[in-house]
C-alpha cells in the first residue's frame, strides 16, 4: 500500500513494466544476449527542483570477439556515472560524465538535487549495432530503432507529462535541439536550432507552464583541444549565466 501511495514508486513501476508495450516495442525488441532492452527508470527523483531531460539513454558496451563497441545491456539510471569494464578496458558512462563536466559541475549541483530523465526510455539501436549483431549471429531485433527517435519520442509525451506532474519541477533543463522542437511542437532543423539559444522559456505540459531552457547536447559544448565548433564559448559565455540566474530565481540556488 506504501508505493500505491507514492507517485514517484507508481510512475516508476509503470514505466517499468508498461512503457515498452506502449510503445509497441516487439518481444524481439533484445540485446546482443537475448536479455530484453528495457525502460530505463529515473533514479535521481528529486521534486520541486530542477528536471533535466535528455532524448534517449546510453547502454553498457562491450567488446565481444573481434566487434568493438556493441551494446549488450542497460544502464542503471539515466545519465550514469558509474566506471565499468567492457571486457578490454575500463570505462565510464559518456552520458553521465559529459553532464558533470557540462552543467552539474560549473553550476554547482549535484545529483541529488535534480530530476534526471529521458524523452524516450530506452535505448536506441543503430544501423551499424544492428550490422554488428547480425554478424555475431543474432537474428533480433529485426530494425534499428535510433531512426525511429522522432516517432518514439511524440509516442512518449504523454509519459513526461505524468513524469512531470509528478516530478512539479521548478525549472527544466532540456538537452538536444531535436528534444527541444519535440517538446515545443517545432519542426525543421533551422527552427530547432534557433531554440538552442539559452533563453528562458515557457513550456506547456498538460495544460501547466513551466520555465525551461533549451540547450545544446553536453557533449557538443565540452569538446577539448583544436575545434571549429562554436558551442563551448557560447554555453560558457550565454547559457551557463541564464542557467544559473534561473536556479537563483526559481530555486533559490546559488553557487558557492
Known amino acids: 500500500m506504501t508505493e500505491l501511495r507514492d507517485?514517484?514508486?507508481a510512475?516508476?513501476?509503470k514505466l517499468y513494466h508498461e512503457y515498452a508495450a506502449d510503445l509497441k516495442l516487439p518481444g524481439t525488441y533484445k540485446y546482443l544476449y537475448g536479455n530484453p532492452?528495457?525502460?530505463v527508470v529515473p533514479i535521481d527523483t528529486a521534486t520541486g527542483a530542477v528536471m533535466i531531460i535528455g532524448r534517449?539513454?546510453?547502454t553498457i558496451y562491450a567488446h565481444v570477439e573481434d566487434e568493438r563497441d556493441v551494446p549488450v545491456s542497460d544502464?542503471?539510471?539515466p545519465f550514469p556515472s558509474e566506471l565499468y569494464f567492457d571486457g578490454q578496458r575500463p570505462r565510464s558512462h559518456t552520458s553521465g560524465a559529459q553532464l558533470e563536466e557540462a552543467l552539474l559541475l560549473p553550476l554547482d549541483l549535484q545529483r541529488r538535487q535534480c530530476w534526471l530523465t529521458h524523452l524516450v526510455h530506452v535505448f536506441l539501436l543503430t544501423r551499424d549495432q544492428i550490422d554488428a549483431y547480425r554478424r555475431l549471429g543474432t537474428i533480433w531485433p529485426e530494425h534499428e530503432t535510433r531512426g525511429r527517435f522522432e516517432q518514439l519520442a511524440q509516442q512518449s509525451l504523454e509519459w513526461l507529462a505524468w513524469e512531470v506532474a509528478v516530478a512539479k519541477p521548478r525549472l527544466i533543463l532540456t538537452l538536444g535541439a531535436d528534444l527541444a522542437g519535440i517538446l515545443q511542437g517545432i519542426s525543421g532543423p533551422a527552427a530547432r536550432d534557433a531554440l538552442l539559444d539559452g533563453s528562458l522559456?515557457?513550456?506547456?505540459?498538460a495544460g501547466q507552464e513551466y520555465p525551461v531552457i533549451h540547450l545544446a547536447e553536453p557533449g557538443s559544448v565540452i569538446r577539448h583541444?583544436?575545434?571549429d565548433s562554436p558551442w563551448p564559448k557560447i554555453h560558457v559565455e550565454r547559457h551557463l549565466p541564464v542557467v544559473r540566474q534561473a536556479l537563483a530565481r526559481y530555486l533559490g540556488?546559488?553557487?558557492g
Not at 522559456?201 to 505540459?205: A, E, G, I, Q, S
Open 7 to 9: 507517485p514517484i514508486r
Open 75 to 77: 544502464v542503471p539510471r
Open 201 to 205: 522559456r515557457r513550456l506547456r505540459v
Open 253 to 255: 540556488h546559488e553557487r
Open 225 to 227: 583541444g583544436a575545434t
Open 37 to 39: 532492452i528495457r525502460p
Open 11 to 13: 510512475f516508476q513501476r
Open 56 to 58: 534517449h539513454p546510453e
